[in-house]
């Protein structure tokens, strides 16, 4: 095979998955307007149901443009050779090697951002702000950007630099040792996401006594589960949107509610949506989930050992001088489409883990609170309760509401 044989097939991998997409996005489309089937037609009223159909549209149209403009934008970066005009940037300012790739990731990093910027500040800010959910202000927007950025240089340098390191002094033996670091690293944050990186971007504040609390409480004595962390996040500062989400293990786990959700939910579906959460810990959803991950990064480590030596990837992109971050990018480009295989493996898993998290509510706090939480979150959202097969097949990670809404009425 020849440098210009693998550029073709680059190509067409990022050109075919682009296609992909928009046939995916368009076949959803065309189910906007369906009617509302039974088991749903009582989230929205006919005035809430048309802003949702709204919604739905203004953010269709958006998609199109941006990932039409992210499509011409990264052709044009490949057939200008663009990987070699940034590596050679990268090269005059230092001779490191892992400093040259740190150099070339945040050029291309923070260009990609700030080309992209416009539309995330469009949709916050004119969609998102038109629809009732916007809660964040100008200076918060561009305060959650730079902090997003010192995390990326922080974070995502010092794992770039030690996965480099590992290839230049240990060799073909290099994935190992990056794997364990890695798995290290995933550990980690799974640990203390809430407590380091959380605080970050919100403040969490202990569940204050009350009814909510006693009814927690009771609850998790009901099914042994020891939860002495109970918290309410200030999502509200940026949208009206509500969530709850579990994190860590054993001394560090807690349970996390947005203040939205308080807002919007009575104690009952509260507690509802709680023992769902507690539904996937009991299952050993969390432990699959990451076990999984950390399996799959370790393939992803070997093969990237077996084809990151090869000059060729390197060449294909345009750039005189290989090296380990050129080839990188290669590397992720090619592996996209196991990457999808694997992304749709995962998608069918986790929507069976919801059903079980949903049946595990549904046994031990009973199956109405859960079906009314759901309805209630579904609307304040403008969620689309008419998704076609296909996309839901692709893309979701969760069952459609309907779909759990009858696994719930068995």
């Not at 996937?280 to 989930?289: I, P, S």
């Not at 050129?326 to 998608?347: D, E, K, R, V, W």
Request: aromatic letters at 16%; proline letters at 2%; hydrophobic letters at 45%.
């Amino acid at each position: 095979m020849t440098s210009t044989t693998l550029f073709y097939i680059i190509i067409s991998i990022i050109i075919i998955n682009f296609i992909i997409e928009k046939i995916l996005d368009f076949l959803n489309a065309q189910q906007y307007n369906d009617a509302l089937p039974k088991e749903v037609s009582d989230v929205y009223n006919q005035k809430e149901y048309l802003k949702s159909q709204a919604y739905k549209k203004v953010n269709f149209k958006l998609s199109n443009i941006t990932s039409l403009f992210s499509l011409i934008t990264t052709l044009l970066f490949f057939i200008l050779n663009g990987f070699e005009f940034v590596d050679q940037i990268a090269r005059t300012l230092c001779t490191n090697n892992i400093i040259i790739a740190l150099l070339f990731f945040g050029i291309i990093f923070f260009s990609s951002d700030i080309i992209s910027t416009p539309f995330s500040y469009y949709k916050t800010f004119t969609i998102e702000e038109k629809f009732g959910f916007n809660k964040s202000t100008k200076k918060l927007f561009w305060l959650d950007k730079i902090k997003g950025w010192a995390m990326m240089i922080l974070i995502g340098g010092l794992v770039l630099s030690l996965i480099i390191w590992f290839y230049e002094f240990i060799g073909d033996l290099f994935w190992i040792y990056a794997w364990g670091f890695v798995a290290l690293f995933t550990l980690f944050v799974n640990l203390f996401y809430s407590t380091l990186i959380v605080p970050l971007f919100n403040k969490q504040t202990p569940l204050k006594d009350g009814d909510l609390k006693t009814e927690i409480k009771k609850f998790t004595n009901k099914v042994g589960f020891k939860l002495d962390s109970i918290f309410v996040i200030d999502g509200s500062k940026r949208s009206t949107k509500a969530n709850a989400y579990f994190s860590g293990f054993g001394a560090t786990k807690r349970i996390v509610l947005f203040d939205t959700l308080i807002n919007d939910l009575n104690t009952q579906e509260i507690v509802a949506v709680l023992a769902h959460e507690v539904g996937h810990y009991k299952r050993k959803h969390t432990v699959f989930n990451l076990i999984t991950s950390i399996v799959l990064t370790g393939f992803t480590f070997y093969l990237l050992s077996l084809f990151i030596g090869n000059n060729l990837l390197s060449q294909a992109l345009g750039v005189s001088e290989p090296s380990f971050h050129i080839g990188l990018i290669a590397f992720g480009i090619l592996y996209s489409p196991i990457s999808q295989i694997t992304s749709l493996i995962m998608n069918v898993i986790s929507r069976n883990f919801e059903y079980q998290a949903d049946n595990y509510a549904k046994e031990y706090y009973g199956s109405k609170p859960l079906v009314s939480s759901l309805k209630k979150l579904s609307k304040n959202s403008l969620s689309n309760l008419t998704p076609h097969k296909a996309y839901v097949f692709m893309h979701y990670s969760h069952p459609t509401l309907r779909e759990r809404i009858l696994n719930l009425n068995k």
